[in-house]
């Protein structure tokens, strides 16, 4: 096996609960060298559940500085996100950095210049949901005719915020950047929505506010219209309240029937219909109906594992990886239309990539 990719690691709060288990079960493939953090105690705790050896940083271009470096994985918050990757490319290092790509097109694409100077150095925007293993067998039942042309699309996204870690952290709670959560999540899903319908060309949006805890805006409910004709309905909301759920509760739902009662209250059952059948998909799970028959295929996805693997692929072997920059600024693109959408009340088209789009790599599922 080639050597480990000497890696930094910038940031020590999702980094140290997402991408730590994921590299150690990568083994040898990486060696995490150092961890960068703004606070010292929050740096060393990381630095330990990543690797003895790794040293500590608290300024950044001393981090980025060491001798020997490769690679940065930034998990950063978005807005010093970018400037690290900046930085890192700069350097000339490869580069592992959390979605969005970027806080706004305009800045995703100056980064995308940048780095279209600099031929040699991989760069991974790292969105999990292009590796949700759900959307590439919705993908793969509509290539192979499963449902017919597939003619619409609901996707909704019901999410209480305020009951998970994401709402603990500052920057999130007091975004300097367009949309606050709406961004921040909606990536993932114009990740996935154009993974399995292809690509956006209109959008029409409006936005609320609910909470006000959760600026500027926490709902939205926008109509696509993709370029192969399909049209979706993407309805999102971050202002619920938790449902409390008991043991007992849940398991009388299941044994009535109610399973999808469980799942529509907690993140949203998918919905595409086809001029043959109609495909319902949650996080780990795809029903291919038609007429009275219905197919279950269950999925399991290891996202985080597999985008770090793709990654030491593309630096060691030279292959291609799914997670480009110009995808990750296609889904930003679609986001951003429908925020301007929501403020201008008209029909917006997303804003054109750097380059025409591109074959997304093959997912081959086992």
Same mark, same amino acid.
């Given at each position: 096996?080639?050597?480990?990719?000497?890696?930094?690691?910038?940031? *020590?709060?999702?980094?140290?609960?997402?991408?730590?288990?994921?590299?150690?079960?990568?083994?040898?493939?990486?060696?995490?060298?150092?961890?960068?953090?703004?606070?010292?105690?929050?740096?060393?705790?990381?630095?330990?559940?990543?690797?003895?050896?790794?040293?500590?940083?608290?300024?950044?271009?001393?981090?980025?500085?060491?001798?020997?470096?490769?690679?940065?994985?930034?998990?950063?918050? !978005?807005?010093?996100?970018?400037?690290? +990757?900046?930085?890192?490319?700069?350097?000339?290092?490869?580069?592992?950095?959390?979605?969005?790509?970027?806080?706004?097109?305009?800045? &995703?694409? &100056?980064?995308?210049?940048?780095? *279209?100077?600099?031929?040699?150095?991989?760069?991974?925007?790292?969105?999990?949901?292009?590796?949700?293993?759900?959307?590439?067998? +919705?993908?793969?039942?509509?290539?192979?005719?499963? !449902?017919? @042309?597939?003619?619409?699309?609901?996707?909704?996204?019901?999410?209480? !915020?305020?009951?998970?870690?994401?709402?603990?952290?500052?920057?999130?709670?007091?975004?300097?950047?367009?949309?606050?959560?709406?961004?921040?999540?909606?990536?993932?899903?114009?990740?996935?929505?154009?993974?399995?319908?292809?690509?956006?060309?209109?959008?029409?949006?409006?936005?609320?506010?609910?909470?006000?805890?959760?600026?500027?805006?926490?709902?939205?409910?926008?109509?696509?219209?993709?370029?192969?004709?399909?049209? @979706?309905?993407?309805?999102?909301?971050?202002?619920?309240?938790?449902?409390?759920?008991?043991?007992?509760?849940?398991?009388?739902?299941?044994?009535?029937?109610?399973?999808?009662?469980?799942?529509?209250?907690?993140?949203?059952?998918?919905?595409?219909?086809?001029?043959?059948?109609?495909?319902?998909?949650?996080?780990?799970?795809?029903?291919?109906?038609?007429?009275?028959?219905?197919?279950?295929?269950?999925?399991?996805?290891?996202?985080?594992?597999?985008?770090?693997?793709?990654?030491? @692929?593309?630096?060691?072997?030279?292959?291609? +990886?799914?997670?480009?920059?110009?995808?990750?600024?296609?889904?930003?693109?679609?986001?951003?239309?429908?925020?301007?959408?929501?403020?201008?009340?008209?029909?917006?088209?997303?804003?054109?990539?750097?380059?025409?789009?591109?074959?997304?790599?093959?997912?081959?599922?086992?």
């Amino acid at each position: 096996m080639s050597s480990p990719i000497p890696l930094l690691i910038l940031g *020590a709060g999702f980094s140290r609960r997402a991408h730590a288990p994921a590299l150690g079960e990568l083994g040898p493939k990486f060696r995490v060298v150092g961890v960068f953090s703004r606070t010292e105690e929050k740096a060393r705790a990381a630095a330990a559940a990543f690797s003895p050896q790794a040293k500590v940083f608290t300024n950044l271009e001393e981090a980025l500085a060491q001798e020997g470096l490769e690679a940065v994985d930034v998990a950063l918050p !978005i807005l010093p996100a970018s400037d690290a +990757v900046d930085a890192a490319l700069r350097r000339g290092l490869h580069v592992f950095s959390e979605k969005p790509i970027a806080e706004s097109v305009e800045r &995703a694409r &100056a980064l995308i210049q940048l780095h *279209a100077s600099r031929p040699g150095q991989v760069w991974c925007v790292a969105e999990n949901f292009r590796f949700w293993r759900t959307a590439w067998k +919705v993908k793969e039942l509509i290539a192979s005719g499963e !449902i017919g @042309a597939p003619v619409v699309c609901h996707y909704p996204v019901l999410v209480p !915020i305020k009951a998970t870690p994401w709402f603990r952290t500052d920057w999130r709670r007091t975004p300097e950047y367009d949309g606050g959560f709406l961004l921040d999540g909606g990536v993932h899903d114009m990740a996935a929505l154009r993974l399995m319908l292809g690509e956006v060309t209109e959008v029409s949006a409006f936005t609320r506010s609910v909470d006000p805890e959760l600026p500027p805006a926490d709902t939205l409910v926008a109509s696509l219209q993709f370029d192969s004709g399909v049209v @979706a309905n993407y309805t999102a909301t971050y202002a619920l309240e938790r449902q409390r759920l008991t043991y007992w509760g849940v398991a009388r739902s299941l044994v009535n029937g109610a399973a999808r009662r469980v799942e529509d209250c907690h993140g949203g059952r998918k919905h595409i219909v086809g001029t043959r059948g109609s495909l319902f998909f949650s996080r780990d799970r795809v029903e291919l109906v038609r007429g009275t028959q219905r197919t279950v295929f269950s999925m399991r996805s290891r996202a985080v594992v597999e985008e770090l693997d793709e990654f030491w @692929a593309g630096v060691r072997e030279g292959k291609p +990886v799914r997670n480009t920059p110009h995808e990750a600024l296609r889904d930003l693109a679609v986001l951003e239309a429908m925020l301007t959408s929501a403020r201008s009340r008209r029909f917006v088209r997303p804003a054109p990539g750097a380059e025409p789009p591109s074959p997304v790599a093959e997912c081959v599922l086992p």
